[in-house]
């Protein structure tokens, strides 16, 4: 059922490499129409271009999750290329790991303006426009396990992904009067391009060793868990956090 998301309409932010750039094309590849946002417009083009044989659509869109205003603006010109907006894929985030003695304000506000307030303006964005329609919508933040367990040298990263999931349940609460779902996904140890060397090294290898099911993800382990959030299949989901990690929130301290 969730299989099929013919003709709904996304805005994914993020989207112009890792997670944000492979959920844009997953719902492209549903028959969706994906606006793609993110700084890089170049791999935003290069995104439309390569999933132009998909069922669905994805339009490029230059977006900078970090300021309030453009964040308006951008979700307002979403609305009105696609005449609506089905679903908010709240992706965009930034990770700089560093030692908390040694964080700088700038890293911590890069942090907490992008995971955070970008995402929370990003949704009452969106909000607006879809309490307005009679479908109502969701809203699918991406958040992840260390916003629910902690790890070194993370600190920021983890307290606005906990932050996310506070704000997803919130949210949740307020919205669903509106007929707005409002759901997050919280992803363990995804092997992406990025990262994919650092799983062969010794400490790669010791990380994934603390996974019950020893292994980390691949980035099709998290299709069905996110396909059901954004689809109607859900439709009685709200204030959730599905945890796609290989049981690693629940392995022993």
């Known amino acids: ?33 994906v606006v793609a946002a993110a700084r ?64 700088t304000e700038a890293q911590w506000d890069a942090h907490l303006d992008i995971n955070l307030k970008g995402c929370f ?21 991406i958040a992840s396990i260390l916003g629910e367990r902690v790890a070194l040298s993370v600190a920021p990263y983890a307290i606005s992904k906990a932050g996310l999931v506070q704000m997803t349940k919130a949210l949740a609460l307020e919205w669903a009067r509106h007929r707005i779902r409002v759901n997050a996904l919280a992803p363990g140890y995804v092997v992406t391009d990025l990262n994919r060397a650092f799983f062969e090294t010794d400490e790669g290898k010791a990380l994934i060793r603390r996974i019950p099911m020893r292994r980390a993800a691949d980035l099709a382990d998290l299709d069905g868990p996110f396909l059901l959030l954004c689809s109607d299949a859900a439709r009685f989901m709200t ?15």
Request: hydrophobic share 50%; charged share 15%.
């Open 1 to 33: 059922m969730f299989e099929d998301l013919q003709g709904k309409r996304v805005l994914v932010t993020g989207a112009s490499s890792g997670l944000g750039e492979y959920f844009a094309r997953l719902l492209a590849a549903r028959g969706a129409h």
């Open 121 to 141: 303006f990003a949704a009452q964005a969106a909000a607006r426009f879809m309490a307005a329609q009679d479908s109502g919508g969701a809203i699918v933040n």
């Open 40 to 103: 890089r417009l170049d791999r935003l083009s290069e995104l439309a271009r390569s999933c132009a044989g998909l069922p669905g659509k994805v339009t490029p869109l230059a977006l900078d999750i970090g300021s309030v205003a453009a964040v308006e603006t951008g979700i307002s010109e979403a609305h009105a290329a696609m005449g609506g907006l089905d679903l908010l894929v709240n992706n965009a985030g930034v990770a700089d790991p560093e030692r908390a003695l040694s964080l």
């Open 239 to 253: 204030g959730s956090v599905v945890a796609v990690d290989g049981g690693h929130l629940v392995s022993g301290l």
